[in-house]
């Protein structure tokens, strides 16, 4: 799966046909509405294991080559963390470009929500970065296909909150023998949705935290909640921490940023950390520092949102969300033994349940 990190790039975005096929996509659908401003894209990476099932992100890209590579990027995502966390789910992913502080409007989402019902199911979609529950519900208008809805399974970040959580302290067990995370300072970068939830987690625990955010407001807000010490967003890298847990937009782990940070663990909810799978991925084993990979660790809000779709409770989406503290377990105990970074072994895992389903199917 390497190579997949390289081939998203700005000439083969132009080439869309041709980038789905090097990554296993199945559809990839352009929306466009003059009377609303609605410029977007669903990715609909695979199914074999269910309906693709996705969150909707609403973000000011520079340009349409970027939100082609990130969706693609994201719906692949989706479908190895659908399958690592043993969901009836295919991964899918969908992005809207525009400022989602002053670009958003009933009729807008309406329309979105036109656009994925005519996918017929095949995509399922919820709230990601710049959208809320309150926007699903105007999309929820146009198309039953739509979950995370108030007085359902409600806002996913809490839950993927607790499931980074989770996995972290599984991170610690592996490096110390112990999961408390006490007497550990933590470096949580974007404390919006999910970040603020795992700041209360940690908070709770007595960890020391130092968090960022690109809107003060929020910063402060949390600073003064939870005691978090505030740092400016371009000096997260560099202050003294045991663990980086990056939840804000993906690809920070890179050369420079691998310079700067001083980290033994990172573990966070940000999808796509990795700019380079395979590059990256090696230089964080290669340095000893333990990676849960994204997909894997983040697993908790479609875990939830699979609850609206399956009927389950959200008693039961917390109970499963806790086996994330197993999953990564397994993933770095193997790691270590196989001599091979975390995210080959977790994809490794993913496209192991991919393959078994597609050969019981035929």
């Not at 090097?22 to 199914?47: K, P, S, Y």
């Not at 592996?174 to 795992?198: C, E, M, N």
Request: aromatic letters at 6%.
């Amino acid at each position: 799966m390497d190579k997949n990190q390289q081939l998203v790039t700005d000439e083969t975005c132009l080439s869309p046909l041709k980038t789905m096929q090097q990554m296993g996509h199945e559809q990839l659908v352009f929306c466009n509405d003059a009377e609303t401003g609605l410029r977007a894209i669903i990715a609909v990476h695979n199914t074999v294991l269910g309906p693709a099932l996705g969150g909707t992100r609403m973000w000011m890209y520079e340009n349409e080559a970027d939100a082609v590579r990130d969706v693609l990027r994201l719906s692949r995502g989706m479908t190895y963390k659908n399958a690592i966390s043993n969901l009836a789910l295919g991964g899918g992913k969908a992005v809207i470009i525009g400022d989602s502080r002053t670009m958003k409007s009933e009729a807008l989402f309406r329309r979105f929500g036109q656009f994925v019902e005519s996918l017929s199911g095949k995509y399922i979609t919820a709230e990601d970065v710049g959208i809320n529950p309150n926007d699903m519900v105007h999309v929820s208008k146009a198309t039953k296909n739509v979950v995370g809805l108030p007085g359902k399974s409600g806002d996913p970040s809490p839950v993927t909150a607790y499931g980074v959580y989770m996995g972290m302290k599984a991170c610690a067990a592996a490096q110390t023998g112990s999961d408390s995370l006490q007497h550990f300072k933590i470096a949580v970068q974007g404390v919006g949705h999910v970040g603020r939830y795992l700041v209360q987690h940690l908070a709770a625990e007595g960890a020391t935290i130092y968090a960022t955010d690109i809107h003060a407001e929020t910063l402060q807000s949390v600073v003064k909640e939870f005691g978090a010490i505030a740092v400016e967003p371009q000096d997260i890298y560099k202050v003294p921490m045991d663990i980086y847990a990056p939840c804000a937009l993906g690809a920070t782990i890179n050369d420079e940023t691998l310079e700067q940070l001083t980290c033994s663990i990172i573990a966070g909810a940000a999808n796509n950390q990795l700019v380079e799978e395979g590059k990256h991925g090696q230089m964080l084993m290669d340095r000893g520092i333990i990676y849960a990979p994204d997909f894997a660790i983040n697993a908790g809000g479609v875990i939830n949102c699979f609850s609206e779709v399956s009927g389950n409770s959200l008693e039961w989406s917390k109970q499963k969300t806790e086996e994330i503290y197993q999953t990564i377990a397994e993933i770095l105990q193997r790691s270590s033994q196989l001599k091979l970074p975390s995210y080959k072994i977790a994809n490794q895992m993913a496209e192991g349940r991919i393959q078994l389903k597609g050969s019981l199917n035929l």
